[in-house]
């Protein structure tokens, strides 16, 4: 077991992230959907590309995803938005049974915590070959279409899942979604390749990876 899970004795519930989390940035599962995004918004709004990107990624600042500024400032169908962009190509996913071992070896739940809806992501965690890993899936559906980090949206996933914050240790690769997990008392674990550079004092634990982390 990796010293850095011997070292959290008290964390009974692991709670993962999704995309960019389970899986690496390089899968570009991400870039694929964030492109599709970027042809939403065109369309949506009449914007030339590199002015839709921006405007993408301002409601993704402020308001915790795209979509959600979507809802906020235009007519749209949610579900219809969700179906279009994560009609991507999965052939950058390739189960690691290393890291699926890994987090099975771990000592209590887990659960995965994402901003994406359902079907994103049992569709993920089937290519992966992680479905069976997890005791359930907290989505955007299950959100009410409030994503992270709102903290209503946090405190819905901890009274659906019966989950307490100091017992909890959250994985996840946006250091903004880990600010509310640290105020709830969560033990808050940024991933990726600029984890190791980030200085956020609501972050306790900084790794390349999920792997690096579990594998250490």
């Not at 995965?112 to 992966?128: C, M, P, S, W």
Request: aromatic letters at 8%.
């Amino acid at each position: 077991m990796s010293p850095h899970v011997q070292n959290l004795p008290h964390v009974s519930t692991w709670l993962f992230d999704l995309d960019n989390t389970l899986y690496p940035p390089e899968a570009e599962v991400m870039a694929l959907v964030e492109g599709r995004m970027t042809d939403f918004v065109m369309r949506q709004t009449g914007l030339p590309r590199e002015e839709a990107r921006t405007l993408q990624k301002k409601y993704l600042y402020e308001h915790g995803t795209t979509l959600a500024g979507l809802m906020a400032y235009h007519d749209i169908d949610p579900f219809a938005f969700m179906n279009e962009v994560h009609d991507v190509s999965l052939d950058g996913l390739v189960p690691d049974a290393t890291l699926n071992a890994a987090i099975t070896a771990l000592p209590g739940r887990k659960l995965v915590f994402t901003n994406g809806d359902e079907q994103h992501a049992y569709r993920i965690l089937d290519k992966l070959e992680m479905t069976p890993l997890f005791e359930d899936v907290f989505h955007l559906g299950h959100a009410d279409l409030i994503p992270k980090p709102n903290l209503i949206t946090f405190h819905r996933m901890m009274q659906k899942h019966a989950v307490t914050g100091p017992e909890t240790a959250f994985f996840e690769d946006s250091p903004k979604n880990l600010k509310p997990a640290h105020e709830l008392g969560m033990t808050t674990i940024l991933v990726g390749p600029h984890a190791e550079a980030n200085a956020d004092a609501f972050v306790h634990i900084r790794a390349a990876s999920l792997k690096a982390f579990l594998e250490e």
